[in-house]
């Protein structure tokens, strides 16, 4: 297989200042010298504009190497040119793909350099014919050793390239098998023990009788928390599962209303007001902005009862703008047990992955979280 080396070895302007000199070299040699090549000799202003454009053409060696090499071999032989044949075996040296490619143009060189050196010199010996080969086969072998570099170093680099694909695949792989490990070791505990709770909850209720009402509320919430929180898990291990996606039957941006609904049921004055169509925002808007109005509403459930709640969603250009503002507690608060959760520092790093800005402060008597979400670097995680 020939190869197609780009001579990009050497900068623009160096090959164009070379065939320029070859050039000058021609039609300084021409006025000097009275033998100007086996046909134009005698004949110097010919023979220096032959020589002077056999030289230029190797400007065009990168589009047609072949031709130009070509012209510049007849111009050598008609005008005596050695510096353009000097170049246009370099050009051709860089293309040659491996030593046995060498043979062609070692002979057609030495062909060259021989017959031609007849037309600078009448009558030349030994000497001068060396310096003639030398000419023809140095840059010949300098262009092949150069392009051989550069064959190898293009040949490295694309090792390279697929050694940090295969390292990149490989370590997909082991993210995806670890991912998967952690879903079936989650569903393997949490899903059983959520639904041991759920199963005991049903037995209690199925027989009133035994229950008080206030016990059979809060059995009957316990019920409903518990199946809530089976199928966030559910979503959240088919989103580790390889491949897989939560397969929500609403949009979370809907699932905020239900959130606000459950707060008002347990007797929590609690608003919501939305500006624009959260709704059609990119996946991973949505879902960060539930989880963000998720734990707020857990954390004034927790340290502020009795307050009342203020939820906002606002689509701005530069994104949605999430608010939730409670007025403080209104009752003792209770001993909390710890969540076990990330909260507010992870709902931070949810909103940082999406390039946003997120704030939890005091706000007189209460407490204030707000999350701004881009909608362009969310299309962004959400594509890649």
Not at 113 to 118: D, M, N, P, S, T
Not at 359 to 372: D, I, K, Q, Y
Request: glycine share 10%; hydrophobic share 45%.
């Amino acid at each position: 297989m020939s190869r197609q080396l780009e001579t990009t070895w050497a900068p623009e302007r160096l090959w164009t200042a070379a065939a320029c000199g070859a050039a000058l070299w021609a039609v300084w040699d021409s006025e000097a010298y009275a033998f100007n090549g086996l046909v134009l000799s005698g004949r110097p202003a010919l023979a220096g504009a032959v020589g002077a454009a056999a030289s230029l053409v190797l400007l065009w060696h990168a589009r047609r190497p072949v031709l130009v090499a070509s012209l510049a071999a007849v111009g050598h032989l008609l005008a005596y040119v050695p510096g353009a044949l000097g170049l246009a075996m370099f050009a051709t040296g860089t293309r040659v793909p491996d030593r046995r490619g060498l043979v062609v143009p070692v002979a057609a060189g030495t062909a060259l350099a021989l017959v031609g050196i007849r037309g600078g010199t009448p009558a030349p010996g030994l000497r001068e014919n060396s310096v003639a080969l030398a000419l023809a086969l140095g840059p010949l072998l300098a262009g092949y050793a150069i392009g051989r570099h550069h064959e190898r170093s293009a040949a490295d680099r694309r090792r390279m390239g697929e050694l940090e694909r295969e390292r990149a695949l490989w370590a997909e792989r082991a993210t995806a098998q670890e991912r998967s490990r952690i879903a079936r070791d989650m569903h393997d505990t949490l899903a059983h023990r959520l639904s041991g709770i759920v199963l005991t909850a049903n037995a209690l209720l199925s027989s009133p009788a035994a229950l008080p009402g206030a016990s059979s509320r809060a059995v009957e919430r316990i019920r409903s928390d518990g199946r809530k929180a089976l199928e966030e898990l559910r979503e959240t291990l088919g989103l580790l599962e390889p491949g897989g996606c939560a397969g929500r039957a609403t949009a979370p941006a809907d699932r905020i209303v239900t959130l606000v609904e459950e707060v008002r049921r347990d007797g929590t004055r609690a608003e919501l007001h939305v500006d624009g169509h959260p709704e059609v925002l990119p996946e991973p808007v949505q879902l960060t902005a539930y989880r963000v109005v998720q734990e707020s509403l857990t954390n004034v459930a927790r340290y502020a009862p009795g307050a009342a709640i203020a939820v906002t969603l606002c689509c701005n250009p530069d994104g949605l703008r999430v608010e939730v503002t409670d007025t403080g507690a209104r009752r003792p608060v209770e001993a909390v047990l710890p969540s076990g959760g990330s909260g507010l520092a992870g709902l931070a790093q949810r909103v940082a992955q999406l390039g946003g800005a997120f704030t939890a402060e005091p706000r007189g008597e209460g407490f204030t979280v707000r999350a701004l979400l881009p909608h362009a670097s969310a299309r962004a995680v959400e594509e890649g």
